[in-house]
């Protein structure tokens, strides 16, 4: 399947060496081995296969191969030194991909700088834009059978839905029993796992810590790494609310969302609304890979819980107010609020089950699946 990012990394090979990330079985191995074809002795080397850490190790690849694909090298120790060399060291015209799944500027490892020697971009399960491009179907399609599956190839193009929660299953355990573990103790894997199940119950809320770590009985400081821990291994991701003052809008509640939206246990409002989060969270990203531009996603909120579910910046100004419905099509009370505060920024309302598109006191009331389906991803 070929996915949205195909092109740019393409691109990108021929100058840079090129950093991709995301999520375990989002499609990085199979966007790679895609690419592979297409070069001369390309050759994919994992750090987690025996063999392959012995040729990594020895750096004794095919010196003549015109693409090497290295995967989850942030696993071994003092990495980022080490792939400086290789980048500086490598045959002339050798293209570099380097693949994981976890977030590597998480992992702050001594060692010298790759600045200016790579790009960067975040591989993100297949959004409605992506999948009406994939399958030709309507976007309202696409949204319901994302809403159903999640956004992760296998599930999304397995042929019925018990296949896909199989998947799901296994895909749960494996993360928790394998994934988390390189990053905490043994110990700590069952505690590890009741946060999880919580979060999943917690989608779309503002996240309180504290009152988490009193069901647990433990800290709110482990909580809070045990958080780090799931966003570095692309499992939840956060949005925080919007603030000018950056470090204010950090210490205040986040919200929590999964990047596999199948993983969320609640109502279809909060599928939709983590379904969402997860497409306007790629669009951002998006546009700082592919643009450099300085695109963000967040909340607003305001100390009366007057809230929007969602606004997107760029360079620090906000750019869209976005409230998400099943099937409400009145203005949301706080989005004339915040639209009035905000007249700069253009203010929607996405609405799974709208009968009629209106354009109310500054607010656009438009159908959800349209209106994903236009985002750059």
Same mark, same amino acid.
């Given at each position: ?15 840079k060496?090129?950093?991709l990330?995301?999520p ?11 690419l592979m ?10 750090w987690?296969v025996?063999a392959d850490?012995? /040729?990594? +190790?020895r750096q004794s690849?095919?010196?003549r ?12 120790p003092?990495w980022k ?5 290789v980048a ?6 050798q293209?570099l991909l380097v693949t ?8 702050r ?6 600045a200016g020697? #790579? =790009?960067s @971009?975040?591989?993100?399960?297949i959004? %409605? ?5 994939q +399958?030709g ?5 696409a ?8 956004? @992760? ?6 042929e019925?839905v018990?296949q896909a929660?199989?998947w799901?299953a ?5 993360i928790i029993?394998?994934? /988390?573990l $390189? @990053?905490?103790r043994?110990?700590e ?5 009741m946060?999880?199940?919580?979060l999943?119950?917690? %989608?779309g809320?503002?996240l ?6 009193r069901?647990l009985?433990?800290s709110p400081?482990?909580?809070?790494r ?7 291994? =692309?499992? %939840?991701?956060t ?6 003052n950056i470090?204010?809008?950090?210490l +205040?509640?986040?919200k ?10 609640g109502d279809?409002?909060a599928r ?11 669009q951002a990203?998006?546009?700082?890979d ?8 967040? #909340?607003v909120?305001t ?5 929007v579910? @969602?606004?997107?910046?760029e360079n ?6 976005? $409230?998400?419905?099943l ?8 989005l004339?609020?915040?639209?009035a505060?905000f ?6 309302q996405?609405?799974f089950?709208l ?12 159908d959800?699946?349209?209106?994903l389906a236009?985002l750059?991803?």
């Open positions: 399947m070929k996915r949205y990012l195909d092109n740019l990394v393409m691109i990108d090979l021929a100058s060496a090129v950093v990330t995301g375990r079985q989002v499609g990085k191995t199979t966007l790679s081995r895609q074809k297409l070069y001369d002795n390309a050759q994919y080397l994992n987690d025996l850490r012995m /040729v990594l +190790q690849w095919n010196p191969a015109g693409l090497l694909v290295m995967d989850e090298i942030h696993k071994m003092d030194a080490w792939l400086k060399g500086d060291g490598r045959s002339a015209g293209a994981g799944s976890a977030r590597m500027d998480t992992f490892q001594t060692g010298d700088s790759l020697r #790579y =790009f @971009f975040k591989l993100h399960p959004s %409605v834009k992506e999948w009406c491009e +399958q179907v309507s976007p309202a399609i949204l319901d059978h994302l809403l159903e599956r999640g956004g @992760f190839p296998e599930p999304c193009l397995a019925d018990v929660d199989r799901r296994q895909y749960f355990t494996d029993r394998e994934d /988390v $390189e @990053f905490s043994l110990h894997i069952n505690t590890m796992k946060f999880v199940e919580l999943r119950e917690r %989608v809320s503002p309180s810590l504290a009152s988490i770590a069901d009985a433990v400081t482990t909580l809070k045990y958080l780090e821990i799931l966003q570095a291994l =692309f499992i %939840v991701f949005v925080h609310p919007w603030h000018h470090a204010r809008a950090i +205040q509640a986040p929590v969302y999964f990047f596999d939206t199948g993983l969320v246990r279809q409002g939709l609304e983590n379904a969402v989060a997860g497409m306007l969270l790629k990203d998006f546009l700082r592919s643009a450099g531009r300085d695109a963000g996603l967040h #909340y909120r100390k009366d819980d007057a809230e579910d @969602f606004a997107l910046s620090g100004k906000l750019t869209q107010l976005i $409230e998400c419905k099937g409400d099509n009145k203005p949301h009370r706080a004339l609020r915040f639209a505060q007249p700069e920024a253009e203010a929607v996405i609405v089950n009968r009629q598109e209106e354009f109310i006191n500054g607010i656009a009331i438009t959800a699946a349209n209106w236009k750059a991803a």
